[in-house]
């Protein structure tokens, strides 16, 4: 079966590497995430990752401390995260390398990125860790800058829920969930896909998103060849179409 995608920039939240522990990491998670990505590379994808760090810190609620090291910290938790999932990976079969936005040439890669297109070209995953290398900015924005940079045919958000809604559906039982959105609406409906500022970003440079839940990692392989699992968010002009 041929995959729809190329290449692919897949997000992975903080949260999701904790699994039931909900802090720290769970490598029985991360070897399950490792097993899908695998089958997707093995079908032609290239994929390239971006985590986050809200399983370790979330700068944000710091309370007093200065926001810039606040961020600062996060990521370095992000930092973190990428090694343990490019062992997960390795230990799975695959070649990996963790590029950094902040520099730390002992334990990774400098974000280069003509070298992570060298990478992919030779069937490597890249892991990219320290967001942006800038303070203020999500790792939700640090996945739109690279998926942008590396020419990435989608943005898979894999999160805790299954796509879309209108409203929070952990909290409303009459929750609506949508199949498909344009980016004028997830902005005007305020529908909280992802910050302002990476949806933005998507949307200037016509990189679709994809939302769906990540609590069955065999979710991103059936994204890879196409299957309905989640949400579609795309540049088509008031597109909604509900589930």
């Known amino acids: 079966m041929k995959p729809k995608y190329n290449r692919i920039l897949l997000k992975l939240s903080g949260e999701a590497l904790a699994g039931d522990k909900q802090i720290g990491l769970s490598y029985d998670v991360i070897t399950s995430f490792g097993k899908a990505i695998k089958k997707c590379v093995d079908a032609g994808v290239e994929v390239g990752i971006v985590v986050g760090g809200g399983n370790f810190w979330r700068g944000r609620s710091s309370g007093a401390m ?3 090291r606040a961020d600062h910290i996060g990521m370095l938790a992000t930092a973190m995260n ?16 963790v590029q950094t936005a ?9 974000y280069i990125r003509n070298r992570a297109m060298r990478h992919f070209e030779k069937g490597r995953v890249v892991i990219f860790g320290c967001g942006t290398g800038n303070p ?11 998926a942008a940079e590396i020419e990435a045919d989608i943005f898979f958000k894999a999160t805790m829920v299954d796509g879309v809604y209108d409203k929070d559906p952990h909290k409303y039982n009459d929750a609506v969930k949508y199949d498909e959105l344009s980016f004028d609406e997830i902005l005007s409906k305020d529908l909280q896909v ?5 949806a933005a970003m998507c949307k200037d440079n016509d990189i679709p998103i994809y939302v769906f839940d990540l609590a069955d990692p ?4 059936r994204a ?4 309905p699992v989640g949400t ?4 088509k002009k008031w597109c909604s179409i509900i589930k």
């Open 82 to 97: 990428a090694l343990a999932v490019a062992d997960g990976l390795e230990n799975c079969g695959l070649e990996v390398r």
């Open 218 to 221: 065999e979710n991103i392989y």
């Open 232 to 235: 579609k968010v795309t540049n």
């Open 194 to 198: 992802m910050d302002l500022t990476a």
């Open 224 to 227: 890879c060849m196409g299957e």
């Open 102 to 110: 902040i520099s730390m040439p002992q334990v990774a890669e400098p």
């Open 66 to 68: 200065d926001r810039t």
């Open 136 to 146: 203020f900015f999500s790792t939700d924005t640090a996945a739109a800058l690279r």
